[in-house]
C-alpha cells in the first residue's frame, strides 16, 4: 500500500492500470477531463499527476479527485538534481519536455506494486477503455507510430513517434530506456528538428533497436489531428471506430481559441480535414466541455481563460491573423458555445 500525498487516503497500486501525465494550471480544464474520461472508462485506473505550477496543485487539493496522486514540480527535482541544471539554459516548454524520461521513472520507483505504467499528455481524452488493450500487452515498452498521412510524412523530422502515449512495464528493460531517454533529454532537448533529434520525442526513434519497443498496433490509441486523414472513422452501436479498431484515446493536439467562439482543431496545420463523424462526436462535445469546465474553474478561482490565438506579441500578431483567416477560410474549426 501507498499513501496518495494529496488527500491522505490509500491507494493499492497493485492489480490496477496506472497513468501518469504533468501539466500547469493553464492546462487544468483539459487535465480535468482526461481524468473524468478515465474515470469513466476505467473506474479503477490512478493517474499520477505531476504539479507544474503552485495554483494548479491548490486548485487540484481542494478538487480531492478520486484515484489520483498528486507530486509537486520541486519533488521531482529535489529528486532528480542534474534537471535543475537545464532550467535556466531552456524555455518554459523546452524544460517540460526534459521533465519526461524522470517523471515517469519517478513514479515507477516511488509508488510500490505498480506493474505497468502509461504515460499521456494532458490534451487528451479516453473515449472507451483501455483495459483489454493494456491487459494483453506483453511487451516491456509500448509506442505509438505518428501514422502521418502521404502527403505529411515530411513531417517524420519530428519523430517516427508521438510522446503522447508511452507504456513501460516496470522491468529493468523500461528503467534502462528511461535511464538513457533522461541522460539523453539533459543533454538536448530543444523545441526544434536537429537531425534525428527533436525535443523530447525524437529519441523515441531508437527504442525499438535499443530497448526492443514495440509499435503499438491499435489504431484507437492516441489519434489526432496529425493522422485523422490516414484512417477511415465509423460509429457502430454508439462507439467510434477508426478502421476496425474502437477508438480509446483521442489527442486533441493543438486545440485552441482563434477568435470569439471559434476554435481551432489543429487539423487544418497537417492540410487534413476533419470528418463529419469526428466533428460531431468527438471534437464538438470535447470542445463544450472543455468550455464548461473552463468556466468552472474561473468562477472558482479566477486563474484561467482560453486566450485568443492572436494573443501575442506585436511581431507575431500579424503572422498569427494571417493563421487565423486561413484556418476560417478552410472550414476546418469549431464553433464554440460561450
Known sequence: MTMDNTHGTS??????LHFCTYFDHSYLPRALILHETL???SPNSILHILCLTSHCREILNRMELANVTLTNLSELEEATPDLLATKQIRSASEYIFTLSPAWIR???CRFAGIGRLTYVDADAAFFSSPVPF???MTASIGIVPHRFPPHMTHLSCFGLYNVGWNTFANDAISIACLNWWHEKCIEWCYDFCDDNRFADQGY????PALFGAVEIENRG???????VGTFSFSEKDGRIFVNEDPLIFFHFQQMRRLVGPFYDAGV???QNKMPSLLRREVYIPYLNRLLEVSREIKNQDGLYSERSALFS??????????????VLASGEYLFGKL
Open 11 to 16: 491507494l493499492s497500486c497493485a492489480h490496477k
Open 39 to 41: 474515470k469513466k472508462n
Open 106 to 108: 519517478y513514479v515507477l
Open 134 to 136: 493494456l491487459e494483453e
Open 204 to 207: 523515441l526513434n531508437d527504442w
Open 221 to 227: 490509441i492516441n489519434v489526432g489531428p496529425w493522422n
Open 268 to 270: 487544418w496545420s497537417y
Open 313 to 326: 506579441s506585436p511581431k507575431r500578431y500579424i503572422q498569427k491573423l494571417l493563421y487565423v483567416v486561413r
